[in-house]
């Protein structure tokens, strides 16, 4: 049974990643799983300064869900080159560095001063955190200020961008082109949609910050429409995030365009979650008859009526 799959230079053993910010720098979780099990981890977002994020309350649960705020809290470039990056060499699968940034000068500098460290396979450039006043969202909510990102780090390295893309606009397939065209290798979504919760015994709102990033199962459905729209409108890998629990869940990303998958909020419930979707996916194609778990990708079927899809003719 062939599982991997490659983006340019990055190469992984399966299609389940983890999720930038829901499996910390990719060590903390090694008591509970096997990361040599995955086919890569995607690190939380690095910012040129350390950031000590936003003011708590930020995590409330939801049904189905979480909203969080955490304001890319994170320890700083330096830090992660330090003390984070030695220790993910040699953990036995890929690593992704998700990088943010306030400004196009940001994260110029975040992956300049990486580009030369060993072992980074592949960045995540993250344009779509809804937490933060300035940058994320701002970035990757209008397809020219996603160009522009893309554009600027584009000449500034060999290894492959992906571009994470957030789902808080109306035709994120048009932010994804508009991405590729800047010579992106790849995109990955949804990012959390924005999203809010209220105590109504004090008429406080549940996250300091008011709204907040909404992950989990409740947001699959949504998640799968935007991979769908996005895998038909692009030429490059369109990597699927949003709610995956299960390996049924992940078939689903890829029978609607995805070639690979990010699981992220259910490991925070289950650190191992990532590991034992791989397995019930190789487990479910084993039974399928799939030799190759590619021939599931964009294997959607479809009846051709002509309809646009989203509307009933
Ligand atoms: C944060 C960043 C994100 O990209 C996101 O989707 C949610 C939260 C954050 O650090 O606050």
């Known amino acids: 049974m062939k599982t991997d799959f490659r983006i340019g230079s990055l190469s992984c053993k399966n299609r389940v990643l983890t999720a930038s910010g829901t499996f910390g720098y990719g060590l903390e979780a090694a008591p509970y799983t096997t990361l040599a099990a995955l086919g890569g981890i995607v690190t939380k977002s690095v910012t040129k300064f350390p950031r000590a994020g936003n003011p708590p309350p930020r995590i409330a649960e939801t049904t189905g869900g979480m909203l969080n705020s955490i304001g890319l809290a994170n320890v700083g470039v330096e830090a992660f080159a ?87 606009v109306t035709q994120v397939a048009e932010i994804a082109a508009a991405c590729a065209d800047e010579g992106a290798d790849a995109v990955s979504l949804i990012n959390t949609l924005v999203g809010m919760a209220v105590d109504v015994r004090t008429r406080r709102p549940r ?26 409108a692009v030429s490059i890998p369109v990597i699927g995030i ?72």
Not at 91 to 107: F, L, M, P, R
Not at 133 to 147: P, S
């Open 82 to 168: 330090r003390d984070k990056l030695p220790l993910l060499r040699g953990i036995g699968t890929a690593v992704i560095v998700n990088i943010a940034g306030s400004s196009i000068d940001e994260y110029i500098d975040v992956l300049e001063r990486l580009e030369h460290e060993q072992g980074i396979d592949a960045w995540e450039i993250n344009i779509s955190c809804p937490n933060v006043r300035e940058g994320g969202l701002h970035f990757g909510a209008k397809r020219e200020t996603a160009a522009a990102v893309t554009r600027a780090l584009r000449p500034r390295t060999r290894k492959p961008l992906i571009v994470k893309l957030t789902p808080n």
């Open 242 to 313: 949003g709610g995956i629990v299960t390996a049924m869940d992940a078939i689903e990303f890829l029978l609607v365009g995805a070639t690979a998958v990010q699981v992220g909020t259910s490991s925070f419930r289950d650190p191992d979650t990532a590991v034992s979707v791989a397995r019930g996916m190789e487990e479910f194609c084993r039974e399928q008859g799939v030799e190759d778990i590619k021939e599931l990708v964009g294997a959607l079927r479809v009846d051709d009526t002509g309809a646009v899809p989203g509307f009933i003719a």
């Open 207 to 232: 996250l300091s910050t008011v709204t907040g990033g909404l992950s989990g199962p409740a947001v699959k459905p949504v998640a799968l429409a935007k991979v769908y729209e996005t895998a038909r």
